[in-house]
């Protein structure tokens, strides 16, 4: 029985499989893949001119039936409309019958009100607690970015394959823009989230009694998991979004991957050639330099992970760079929640900060930052934020895709001056097609990706230690990427290769499956009378009946045969006799030819000659005309209708074995 | 010796001869042994044997078996080897045959002592102590010690062997000098014993399989040719010459690298030195190789990659390369100034395969083939070889190259300045390189601007300096601030680098960086805004952070510094800067000078930093010589001050030093705790004496009250109590003071070492003495 793999979503960041294994089908994460909305224009909280008296787009040939959905801007075209997200494939395994789905971090369960909602799904779903309460906020978020800024029109005209292939890129190669779904509602993540069950790390959850998941630290965000699948002879690893490095979260579990059959390797770092920490030098020497000058730096970021550990750094630094007058402002409609949030999970933090909790302090600085003023949140611009706004300052907000959440005002509003910056800290969106309907843009824009998630030197340490069987990867982890061909060492090197798979495949893990555990009933082992065959090692034959029920394999005693009637007279000696004559005794051991060879011509057989076949040796007795053949499992003797010399040769066999 | 000493020697000798005591601190046994030789250098060692007989009855100790320690036993061989280096002497001590018996298989070599490196040591510096005159060289030659020497040059310990060599080196200088110092014959007969038996054992080792054999002898004949160049050492190298060459014929070249250090320190026939070059510049040709790169129209690299030498053999594993890398650029840095470099030096292929490494290590290079893949990967982010490849490009820069070459040299420049990933170090390179070339971009003629390449980049260069100025790692921001002072210093005056300066934010980032929370931030910061100020570079900050435009002055600024800096080094560099301004009469100085010198010398003497105040007197004597109007002849940073030379007399021309209370300062200073600022103030009061005397026109007025309450204060001072102020000077008083002061005398003490008494040898001996409790008058003041 194969164990196939199906890829629901070709984003290697944001995975989203589906693994069925031993009867039971499970959904490994499932991202949902926003960069379809870097297609829309951005939807401005405060109303644009600009943004509103942008030219629609027109065919060459002077056709403009779509400039109601299309828009130019600085020579990119965008659709005028809600932005819609790429989910993952539907079609390609019906989703009713996934009957778990495991998720690894907050970033990669985004896709969920969408599986469990619209696909008919009736299973569970495992994800700790901080992927929990972190995912529900980035959701909130999300919703509450695209429901505030209400939009008529959705457009679906340019969606027709007919009138796609005729427009610019990259509208023109966008995948499967049929099935791209507009966002979904809180009501929609409310229920989503409520079929989530909490799982805390290396808990061991049976899932139909024949597979065993746990969740294991993978030290990249608060509460991150990679999952172990297992049976009992089969081990499954599924890594996905891992950190070696030192941040707030709790280190990665290496150890329990080991022995693993299968690794699935996913969300590894976006920007390998990127080392964070120079990115984190990068990001404070060009805030510094920015407020120095006068200007103001806008962060477009999530409102969780990254941002933490971009603020501790701040902390440390603000005051040595001479920032102490800078306020900080953090707007997200889940700024304080994320905040607290975060001080919240202490048994999720890396040592450092759970420590912290006993002294007892917050284990994040930025309760001091707050404390002290220095770094101020706001759920919007409007309200409290306008009149304590204050320039030059830091804002941090989202979305990092530039098209929806505060951020588009801020662009709108700094993009102006060429003091300000833009820092891209996020590697989720290319941040050139990011600020494409803002150009022409005089702020300057700077790209600091910060990415904590394994690159390739740390895979390939990783897969040394743990040394997996086989490892299945996105096939964009195979070759190094596109850019930068020359650079083999940033691709997954291992042996035996990794096996790979893109959007819609369907892969068969390679298990060698041999064993299935079989419980034996207490009574039924009670009347097994083993014998020894070799010193330690005991046989017994048994007779039961396999009672398999819920992947449990369970031997019963037989069914007593029905109790003859009117047999009371008969001996009981009679009654065991056919059942003696019945069971055979059974034979092990092996025959060593050359004794044989010699016992045969103790009891007069001669001219005897031994071929070497294959399998094992042939005898062969030419004056009788007889051949014996030995095998490991069997010896047939082939004589030409002489019973009694069959019966005698079988008897010398015998000799040779051991009987039970 | 005196006689103090020679009482206490005797019982010390016995307590080294007495296994019970035992030295617990064999430093006591160095200190003593270089008092012996203080001794010895200094007048007859056979007299101070005879005056001490307990010495030779300590050698003599030393033959007889026992468990002596072998620190003792070193430090008798060594003493030994230090007293016969006088040759009566040594004749003195073989009349007793106790040379052979200390050296030979009679003493410790033969004995059990002998496993210790320490007593193996002491033999060999014995023997090299030992080892100056003729009759020493018979002894060598007769006791069989040479052939010992040549088995330690094996010997496990890594000090014992080098130390081996090195001896034999000695051996080879003292044997080879033909008579009286003529060159030596040609015909190996005529050498003495022991130059033969080196020369042979040499020969035999170049002809050696086994590399550590042939690397010892290449590292005896390097030594040997590095430090003496007599005509003897032409004559070694007419004879061993054919075997060197032979190995370069060999393939692949044993002992490479000990190899190119030999023909580098010989550098002798053209023909030979192109051989070592070439080894020298194999794994580079690799690199350029690997990445198939035109080896460079000299072709000096062409086919010295043959098809056997492949980037996979020579550059195998990471650790291989980078050791092989790093030791190759070493050693062409070194190479390149020297006049004996090869010719034609191939300064393009050099070029092209430092700017390759430097990609390869960044990961900006785009190699085709799989070789230069695998380099790649061997070497991304190497930050050795980073920094060795910055260095070597640095030295390069001292040559031209082809356009297109210098243009890749600046794009990488750039390439490692921009990125984030260059580690504090890497960048600190190549700010350094940076500035190199940038002093090396050819000049327009009659102009000392920097050309337009030059500009060009330096407008691309500006932004990344600005940021550099920000980064949160306090070694990066230091980095940057000392490339600004040294650009400053160069092209400060020049237009456009002005105006690319002044187009950016690099002046007031730096101005900011004054009040930096690393200190050494906060020095560089000084400085660069000193450099900045002096080329008038500064700009008055007038930004959102400061509103009303109310900046302080720089001046107030930097006095601020050094009145609350609580850390030495701004403060330093403030003293310097001033000082420098002083100098330059800075237009922020030269407006009320005096002021300006009473201020600082003010704050200056009540710092807690003896260098700050050191600084302090530097100032008050460039105020002194603008004053008096004579710069020091032996200053070369001293010029010819503005100031005109005073005409009237002499105590008109002090006047403006008792103003600025320039000689409170300088008394002070006199008795500063700290001695290098004593000294400093005891040479700044000489040179006014001998610059007063000259001029001879004061009265003097010694028996003045005045100079009275002024010796007597000073007096006081000298005590340590330094409270009370002198009060305002009148120049005869100083004068007066001045000559009754003896500041020769006070010169004299303060040149002796502050711990001279301690250092006495009496008070050595007795502390041997007293630590193993022969002194027992003593003990209570041990410790």
Known sequence: MSSPEYCLSGHPTLPCNVLKFKSTTIMLDCGLDMTSTLNFLPLPLVQSPRLSNLPGWSLKDGNAFLDKELKECSGHVFVDSVPEFCLPETELIDLSTVDVILISNYHCMMALPYITEHTGFSGTVYATEPTVQIGRLLMEELVNFIERVPKAQSASLWKNKDIQRLLPSPLKDAVEVSTWRRCYTMQEVNSALSKIQLVGYSQKIELFGAVQVTPLSSGYALGSSNWIIQSHYEKVSYVSGSSLLTTHPQPMDQASLKNSDVLILTGLTQIPTANPDGMVGEFCSNLALTVRNGGNVLVPCYPSGVIYDLLECLYQYIDSAGLSNIPFYFISPVANSSLEFSQIFAEWLCHNKQTKVYLPEPPFPHAELIQTNKLKHYPSLHGDFSSDFRQPCVVFTGHPSLRFGDVVHFMELWGKSSLNTVIFTEPDFSYLEALAPYQPLAMKCIYCPIDTRLNFIQVSKLLKEVQPLHVVCPEQYTQPPPAQSHRMDLMIDCQPPAMSYRRAEVLALPFKRRYEKIEIMPELADALVPMEIKPGISLATVSAVLHTKDNKHVLQPPPRPAQPTGGKKRKRASEDIPDCKVLKPLLSGSIPVEQFVQTLEKHGFSDIKVEDTAKGHIVLLQEAETLIQIEEDSTHIICDNDEMLRVRLRDLVLKFLQKF | ?783
């Open chain 2, 1 to 783: 010796m005196d006689p103090e000493c020679s009482q206490l020697l005797p019982a010390l000798c016995a307590v080294l001869a007495d296994p019970r005591q035992p030295m617990a601190d064999d430093t006591c046994l160095e200190k003593l042994l270089d008092w012996f030789k203080t001794i010895t250098e200094a007048g007859s060692s056979l007299l101070l044997l005879q005056g001490n007989p307990c010495l030779v009855e300590l050698l003599c100790h030393m033959l007889k078996p026992q468990d002596l320690s072998s620190r003792v036993l070193a430090f008798s061989l060594r003493l030994a080897g230090v007293l016969a280096a006088q040759e009566d002497c040594f004749q003195y001590l073989q009349q007793g045959e106790l040379l052979p018996k200390l050296f030979g298989e009679a003493g410790p070599l033969g004995g059990a002592a002998w496993t210790s490196p320490t007593v193996r040591s002491g033999w060999i510096q014995g023997l090299r102590s030992l080892a100056q005159h003729p009759s020493a060289l018979h002894f060598l030659a007769d006791c069989g010690a040479v052939d010992t020497i040549f088995s330690l040059q094996e010997d496990s310990s890594l000090f014992v062997a080098s130390a081996a060599g090195q001896l034999l080196v000695h051996i080879l200088g003292l044997s080879m000098p033909g008579p009286a110092g003529g060159p030596p014959s040609l015909q190996a007969g005529d050498w003495p014993a022991c130059a033969q038996k080196i020369v042979g054992h040499i020969e035999e080792s170049l002809r050696a399989t086994a590399t550590p054999q042939i690397t010892q002898a290449l590292n005896v004949l390097t030594t040997t040719f590095g430090h003496c160049h007599d005509p003897w050492t032409q004559v070694l190298w007419v004879r061993l010459s054919p075997l060197v060459a032979g190995l370069l014929e060999k393939d692949p070249v044993p002992a490479a690298h000990s190899l190119v250090d030999l023909l580098l320190s010989v550098a002798r026939p053209q023909a030979l030195r192109a051989q070592a070059f070439a080894v020298l510049l194999q794994p580079l040709a690799c690199v350029l190789k690997a990445t198939a790169q035109d080896p460079g129209p000299s072709g000096v690299l062409d086919g010295i990659v043959g098809d056997s030498m492949t980037a996979d053999m020579l550059l195998p594993s990471k650790a291989a390369c980078v050791g092989l890398l790093c030791r190759t650029l070493a050693h062409l840095e070194l190479l390149l100034p020297l006049p004996q470099r090869p010719c034609p030096w191939p300064q393009a292929p050099l070029l092209g395969a430092a700017v390759t490494l430097l990609q390869l290590c960044g990961g900006s290079a785009r190699p085709t083939s799989d070789a230069g893949r695998h380099l790649c990967g061997l070497l991304l982010g190497c930050v050795r070889v980073q920094r060795a490849a910055l260095d070597f490009l640095g030295t390069l820069s001292e040559g031209t190259g082809p356009r297109e070459l210098v243009t890749q040299v600046f794009a990488v420049l750039l390439e490692y300045l921009r990125s984030p990933d260059s580690s504090p170090t890497v960048l600190k390179k190549a700010f350094q390189a940076t500035f190199r070339w940038l002093l090396s971009s050819p000049k327009t003629p009659g102009c000392w601007d920097l050309d337009p390449h030059a500009l060009l980049f330096l407008r691309d260069l500006l932004p990344v300096l600005q940021k550099r100025l920000c980064s949160p790692c306090w070694e990066v921001r230091d980095s940057g601030l000392e490339f600004l002072t040294q650009m400053t210093r160069h092209w400060g005056g020049q237009a456009g680098f002005r105006h690319a300066l002044l187009a950016s934010e690099v002046p007031k980032l730096t101005e900011q960086l004054l009040r930096d929370p690393e200190s050494y931030v906060r020095a560089s910061a000084v400085t660069a805004m000193g450099q900045l100020s002096s080329q008038g570079l500064c700009v008055p900050a007038a930004g959102p952070e400061h509103p009303g435009g109310q900046q302080k002055s720089l001046l107030a600024e930097l006095l601020h510094i050094l009145s609350t800096d609580s850390e030495g080094f701004p403060r330093r560099a403030v003293m310097q800067v001033f000082t420098q301004w002083l100098r330059d009469s800075h237009a922020d100085v030269a407006g009320d000078t005096e002021q300006f010198v009473a201020g600082v010398l003010q704050v200056a003497s009540q710092d807690l930093d003896w260098e700050v105040r050191a600084q302090g007197l530097e100032l008050a004597l460039v105020f002194l010589e603008q004053t008096l109007g004579q710069p020091r002849s032996h200053c070369p940073c001293a010029v010819t001050p503005a100031v005109a030379a005073p005409v009237g007399p002499l105590a008109q021309a002090l006047q403006p030093l008792c103003r600025v209370r320039l000689f409170e300062f300088a008394f002070r200073a006199l008795f500063d705790c700290d001695r290098p600022v004593a000294q400093k103030s005891c040479d700044l009061l000489l040179f006014l004496r001998a610059k007063t005397a000259s001029s001879g026109s004061l009265q003097e007025s010694r028996s003045s009250p005045h100079v009275a309450s002024v010796e007597a204060a000073l007096q006081r001072w000298q005590a340590g109590d330094q409270a009370q102020p002198l009060g305002d000077l009148e120049p005869e008083v100083v004068l007066a003071v001045l000559r009754s002061l003896d500041l020769e005398g006070l010169q004299g003490a303060l040149a002796e070492s502050s711990d001279h008494v301690e250092k006495s040898p009496q008070s050595l001996l007795q502390d041997m003495l007293a630590t193993v409790g022969v002194l027992g008058g003593n003990e209570a003041d041990c410790y």
